[in-house]
């Protein structure tokens, strides 16, 4: 229950937990500075629409940072940005949620994703932080959902503090890389849910199926084929699963495919997905 006491908004939400940084509508250069001076350096500016991949952020440390970047994410003026205040994140949760259109909500299990370079880069499930946690990520996500009367499926990131304090960082109105594991993790993967919430049917089962399951995205290492050469070894690891996307190229960082591996525990399912992807030939 929210505590609610002739509060502001934000004391509100700080008293259950959530933080909410700062943030606010950016126009200029000019503007982006005064945000840092007024909210500290370093913090992200950010494009408004089109962001993916950390394709649309920029984390502007210094005051001289800001008019190149402005220029870089704007495309010269064409595009709207926000400035974010800078959160001392420790780890990032997400949750993957499906609404139909009679309100029927499913939530699927709290994961921790780790990026490199801004690009997600490997998903647990269950995230190895404590239950009490989970659980409030996942009140977040299906409450973000219900706020914007959503159909389909949502990812929803958050970041977590070392204090315990979440913190929503975005909804992806869609299926999302975070939830790529629930295709062998869950008992019904977020596109099955996908499809069932924009029929309107019943929305299947979210559990786990074997208790735990890692991701990790195959990025180009190279400019080629997007194939790889060799995928023996990788198939000879118990529990892990191979989806290449079938992209004609591969470039370095662009994702190429994705290995999932299911275990009793979070830890050896990680470790078996990591093994997969470390033998694969590209
Ligand atoms: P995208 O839509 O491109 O994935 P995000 O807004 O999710 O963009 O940002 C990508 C990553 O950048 C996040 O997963 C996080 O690691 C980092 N990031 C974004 N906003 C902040 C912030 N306010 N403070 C610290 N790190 C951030």
């Known amino acids: 229950r929210l505590v609610q006491d002739k509060l502001t908004q934000k004391e509100v939400m700080q008293k259950n937990g959530i933080d909410v940084p700062a943030f606010q509508a ?49 495309k010269k003026g064409e595009r709207e940005l926000m400035a974010e205040a800078f959160v001392n994140f420790e780890r990032e949760l997400a949750v993957m949620v499906a609404r139909n259109k009679r309100g029927e909500t499913v939530v ?63 909804i992806a109105p869609r299926p999302h890389n975070s939830g790529h594991y629930t295709i062998e993790g869950c008992e019904t993967s977020q596109f099955e849910n996908a499809v069932r919430a924009v029929l309107n049917l019943p929305l299947g089962d979210t559990s786990l199926v074997k208790g735990a399951a890692a991701m990790v995205n195959l990025l180009g290492e190279r400019t080629g084929a997007g194939v790889p050469d060799n995928v023996r070894s990788m198939l000879e690891v118990p529990g892990a ?22 275990a009793a525990t979070a830890e050896k399912a990680l470790e078996k997905a990591e093994r997969a992807a470390e033998s694969i030939i590209w």
């Open 26 to 74: 950016i126009a200029s250069p000019a503007e982006a500075i005064a945000f840092g001076e007024k909210y500290g350096f370093p913090f992200v500016l950010k494009s408004r629409k089109f962001g993916y991949d950390g394709y649309g952020n920029a984390t502007i440390k210094e005051p001289w940072q800001a008019e190149k970047q402005f220029q870089h994410l704007s």
């Open 108 to 170: 699927y299990p709290c994961v921790e994703t780790v990026q490199r370079d801004h690009i997600c880069h490997t998903v647990v499930a269950p995230a190895p932080v404590d239950l009490a946690i989970q659980k409030r990520a996942q009140v977040l996500a299906r409450n973000a959902v219900e706020a914007v009367q959503g159909i389909g499926v949502f990812g929803v990131e958050m970041f977590v503090t070392a204090e315990g304090m979440l913190t929503y960082n975005e």
């Open 241 to 262: 699963a191979l989806h290449l996307y079938g992209k004609k190229d591969s470039r370095p960082g662009r994702k190429m495919g994705h290995i999932t591996a299911t």
